[in-house]
């Protein structure tokens, strides 16, 4: 008589955790409930002003320049060659003294996969991650960049 | 029906019916039917869009986040422009569907839900018909919504739709059982199947609730019926015919635009006429939470009734929307398990204990 | 209308059909377009009512040729195409191509360097696994785990965002260390995961481990038995939730991970649940390899000196890693040149979806969801 009597009290026992079980996933579903403090999401376009990225973040390429529009590429093609994918075009030109300097910098954003290897390459710190990550436009070929320009222009190029 | 007498159409009398029934003593019955239908569609019109708004803050919250916060304050009216997006939306029809059964299937559940709110005692006087044995009557429309999800499933020519279709219709035919025992354990210590009259067998105290009274049966029969309830509504941890990561969409699938739209909504109702049920059944319904201090119960009576009543009934699906943001989905042989292996047997136990303490004069 | 249509079974399918007067098997497509299948999987289901009879995944709806692509881009480029196989350990993945070519150029890693990989990859287990946990309760109806899931994982990802920029796909690790040193704030942050992922496992055992619903849902669905995982090349919780103790880090150390006290967590039955605490456990041990490691981490350089050109003698190279997800491998054969002659993944998730219409059979739909959770594969992965 006392076998199935220690099995009825197991089963009971177990019909008590399971439901004990249930009522702490409720009571920790609760506690995140009457917390507001621990809400976690941003109310992202509203807070846009306070959003900073952090300084390594590696939003699409650019080219920093100083208030007179002097950028540091010497157009060596270090950067086009450590693309994997080819959206680097360095085109250099000859100035007045015949050394080779930078034409256009065309970076096609629609093929870079923010690898990071370009900024790598680059001996002169010439070219960085930049921090916009909102990178949609409306049209293809205002993903086609010239950086080295004072305002960056799109270019059909 | 015009052969009644307007005291039988309209037995439970408030303000505005003798009023218009002392204006257009001859119209009377007309308009009033009028007003009563204007009123019900104005409340079913709104509290989906209220409940919907309500569940996706709910959930946010339990989920730690904020949900819709754009549209209105804090997301107020997010749920309103999402019924106007699905209003303006195209309604398609999958290739080899059955024409009029597809759209005729969205419109039994809703009509089903706006049937019972006719019976739910809000107040005193706020009610729109009271039929004796107004408890069969919500039992026997509640079946509608089963039909329309099984002719949706049906008509869908989809076999997702079918087998949330088939889900369903196995689930809610199985927990209908139990919710009618429960129901009848109801009527058995009220005396009553009118629903009215099963609020006013609740008068006195907080005490004097079924929840509380048949020394700890009431609220056992109340935890019953909160989870017989979930699972007739379809709602999580049940939401076996909509099961969206098994399912995709359930007997829903193929709907859009309106038509999906009748379904959420009648769900949302739905879930506000179970949870009404429940406030009648085991609340006190309309009636003040007295304690009997002479000075808290005058506070309380103060409040009208219908207030009571919707906070009750909102409680009531708070606990449903707590249940379906914590737990896990369960198996469509596991639901059927419990329903007839364990929730069931228990019922019958209950109900034979409860007669027994009636009989005995034990409801206390 | 009436004529009699020959039923055609869809390709691949090894089971008779067993349809007679009374019952009729039918063919169910889930996917590529299914809440589920995490991705473009597809899965054609053969069903008997809502018994799945058996199950045949059909690949390559994502599939970008990234073995071919890869023998097109030099040594160095070719390590941010591994990123975007199993994008939830690209840490695990670039390492792996790291160790490959640091093995055949003989480069060595500085200690700080070794630690800084060690401590990212276990990172990122735990990242992954918490992803992988909130999934898991979502395929289950638990859609509240999901959030919880993201909420403890996004402390992570944070840091790998200070870290070198990317959430997701890294590509931060290079031949003989990574490309950056970790931020000041590395360490702190690290220390202040591990404190808070304590409360955190706490909270996840209680919402699914401890919920009689989960439990039911998961013991004994979708048992896969030792010789079976062993046969179909599983790894990872997979095959340790088989009962068989192989990790990577312990059997065939790299980086520098003999030097760290963790155990193999095993399991006993081998079924949805097992597999399921096999990756609690996992996080656990995480947890306690990033204490060790936060303990010691050392100064110094975090980058042997870089070399001119990455051109690997000619000659195969072999690595492999332990990914969140099991063993992750790369074959790369060099011909000397500066780019690779050919490049094979071996990826986790492939061998670890293979077993699933040997485990699933059998069971209800619901329970396929279940086990295509617990065997936690991530698409991209499977294709290539």
Redesign the interface.
Known sequence: MTAPRARQEGRLRRLAGDLLSLFQGLGLTFGYFISPARVITQQYPENKASLRMTPRFRGRLVMPKDEAGNHRCTACGLCEKACPNGSISVLSEKDSAGRKVLGRYLYRLSQCALCNLCVEACPFGAIAMGQAFELAVYDREQLTLVLNQKEETTTNV | MNALPASQTFPVTNAIGDAVRQLFPASAPAINTLLAIASLLALVAFLPVLLIWLERKVAAHFQARLGPMRVGWHGLLQSAADGLKLVFKEVLKPEGADSFVFFLAPILPASATFLIMAVLPFDHHLQVADPPAGIIYVIGISGLSVLGILLAGWASNNKYSLLGAMRSGAQMISYEISLALLMLLVVMVSGSASLREIVLSQQGTILDWWIFKLPGLGLIAFAMYLVTSTAELNRGPFDIAEAESELTGGFATEYSGISFAMFFFAEFVNMFVAAGLATTFFLGGFLAPRIGLAFFDAVVDFVPGFVWFFAKAFLVVFIYMWFRWSFPRLRVDQLMYLEWKLLLPANLVLLTLTAFFVIRGWIL | MMETQEKISPPGFRTGSRSDASTEE?Y?NMGPQ???THGVLRCVLKLDG?SVVEVVPHLGYIHRGIEKVAEN??Y???I??SDRLDYLSSFSNNLCVCLAIEEAMQIGVPERGEYIRVMLCELQRIQSHLLWWGVF?????????F??GF?ER?QITDIF??????RL?M?FFRPGGS??DV?DSFLPRVRQVISRMKGALA?CH???T?????R??TQGIGVLPAATALSHGCTGAVLRGSGVAYDVRRHDPYSIYDRFAFEIPTGARGDCFDRYLMKMEEMRQSLAILEQAAATFPGGPHRAKERAAYKLPPGSYYSQVESARGLFGVTLIADGGPKPYRVKFRSPSFSNLSVVNAIAAGH????L?TILASLDFVVPDLDR
Not at chain 3, 364 to 367: K, L, N, P, S
């Open positions: 039918y169910l299914h809440p589920s809502e881009q030099t160095l480029q070719l941010h195409l309760g979502m395929d289950l109806g638990a859609v509240t785990a959030l919880y909420k996004e965002e200070e870290l070198c920029g990317a796909t590509n490309w950056a931020p909270e209680t919402l699914l401890n919920n009689v619903i989960f039911e849902r209800q739909i619901a329970d969801v």
